[in-house]
Structure formats: structure tokens, C-alpha cells
């Protein structure tokens, strides 16, 4: 990505990426899972994760979009900074909607579609950068992905309690 469009060498752009890409994930890291254990009412861990997520989306959009290294490296920084800040608050909430009798089987499948995506993003990413002849309009292809995963966190956030209370309930019993 920088290489092409910044023109900078491989072991440059390399350097800068993982750098900048690497500080990002530690400091969202630290920034989320904090705000996502402050629990704040209802749904709390949901608001938090959509939040940082939205946030890295919006990095990301602007790191292809706004040309120059500088800008770029600071919108990898707050995005890779959203994305793991999403992580630890999205772990949590699954935790918290999946009864302790299914938790294996329920991270698995959380497992596997991390997974999924982690592969499938940049086998996309190449096949657009083909087909448009460009890197950049390449990643554009991630985006939409990327803000639908916003708009299904801020719509489930109202089930959330309803859900956490039948994940915790003794079995047999009818919670709401």
C-alpha cells in the first residue's frame, strides 16, 4: 500500500507500517478494554466496541482516501488503534450472550469467522486491486464491510441485556 501509492521502498514503508500499525493496536488495546470494563449500564460493552470500531473504519476510509505519508500513517495508527478496541469489548459481550454450556462451541464459531475475515480481506483487497488496476480503490472494497459491522452493533445493542440475562439464567427457567 505505501510502497504504491507513497512510493516509498519496501523495507521503509515496512518499517512505518508495523511501527505505527503495532503502537496503534497496543494503545487501543489499553483504551478499549478500560472503557469496556468502566460498564456503564445497558449494552455498555456493545456502545464501546461500536464505537472504536467506527472509529477505526473511519481511519481506515481516510488512510486510502487522503493522500501523503504523514496522513496516512497517523489514520493507519487511529484505525488499527479502533479495531483493537473493538476486540477485547466484542469478546466480552459474546461471553456475556453465550450460555456457559456453549461458550466452546461459541468462540470456536467466533474463532472461525475472525478467521474467516482475517483471510478473506486481503484475498478481496488483491482481487479489486486487479481488477481496478490501483491498491487504494482496492481497499475501498473493505469499507462497506466494515461500516454494515457498525450499524449491526448499534442495532443488536438494544437485545443485548434481554440477551445477557438468557445466557445467565439457570436452564429451565424463562428469562426474558
Given at each position: 500500500?505505501?510502497?504504491?501509492?507513497?512510493?516509498?521502498?519496501?523495507?521503509?514503508a515496512?518499517?512505518?507500517?508495523?511501527?505505527?500499525?503495532?503502537?496503534?493496536?497496543?494503545?487501543g488495546?489499553?483504551?478499549?478494554?478500560?472503557?469496556?470494563?468502566?460498564?456503564?449500564?445497558?449494552?455498555?460493552?456493545?456502545?464501546?466496541?461500536?464505537?472504536?470500531?467506527?472509529?477505526?473504519?473511519?481511519?481506515?476510509?481516510?488512510?486510502?482516501?487522503?493522500?501523503?505519508?504523514?496522513?496516512?500513517?497517523?489514520?493507519?495508527?487511529?484505525?488499527?488503534?479502533?479495531?483493537?478496541?473493538?476486540?477485547?469489548?466484542?469478546?466480552?459481550?459474546?461471553?456475556?450472550?453465550?450460555?456457559?454450556?456453549?461458550?466452546?462451541?461459541?468462540?470456536?464459531?467466533?474463532?472461525?469467522?475472525?478467521?474467516?475475515?482475517?483471510?478473506?480481506?486481503?484475498?478481496?483487497?488483491?482481487?479489486?486491486?486487479?481488477?481496478?488496476?490501483?491498491?487504494?480503490?482496492?481497499?475501498?472494497?473493505?469499507?462497506?464491510?466494515?461500516?454494515?459491522?457498525?450499524?449491526?452493533?448499534?442495532?443488536?445493542?438494544?437485545?443485548?441485556?434481554?440477551?445477557?440475562?438468557?445466557?445467565?439464567?439457570?436452564?429451565?427457567?424463562?428469562?426474558?
Amino acid at each position: 500500500f505505501l510502497e504504491r501509492l507513497e512510493g516509498l521502498d519496501v523495507d521503509t514503508a515496512s518499517g512505518l507500517a508495523g511501527g505505527v500499525g503495532g503502537t496503534g493496536i497496543v494503545i487501543g488495546i489499553i483504551i478499549g478494554s478500560r472503557l469496556g470494563d468502566q460498564e456503564r449500564g445497558s449494552a455498555w460493552r456493545i456502545l464501546v466496541a461500536t464505537a472504536c470500531l467506527l472509529v477505526g473504519a473511519i481511519g481506515l476510509s481516510l488512510a486510502v482516501l487522503i493522500p501523503g505519508v504523514g496522513l496516512r500513517m497517523s489514520m493507519i495508527a487511529l484505525s488499527c488503534a479502533g479495531f483493537a478496541g473493538a476486540m477485547p469489548n466484542l469478546t466480552a459481550a459474546a461471553a456475556n450472550v453465550v450460555p456457559s454450556a456453549s461458550r466452546g462451541m461459541g468462540f470456536a464459531v467466533l474463532q472461525f469467522l475472525t478467521t474467516l475475515g482475517g483471510a478473506f480481506g486481503p484475498l478481496l483487497v488483491g482481487v479489486m486491486s486487479d481488477l481496478t488496476g490501483q491498491i487504494g480503490r482496492g481497499m475501498l472494497v473493505l469499507l462497506p464491510p466494515l461500516f454494515l459491522s457498525v450499524a449491526i452493533l448499534w442495532w443488536v445493542r438494544g437485545s443485548y441485556e434481554a440477551d445477557t440475562a438468557r445466557a445467565t439464567a439457570p436452564p429451565g427457567s424463562s428469562a426474558v
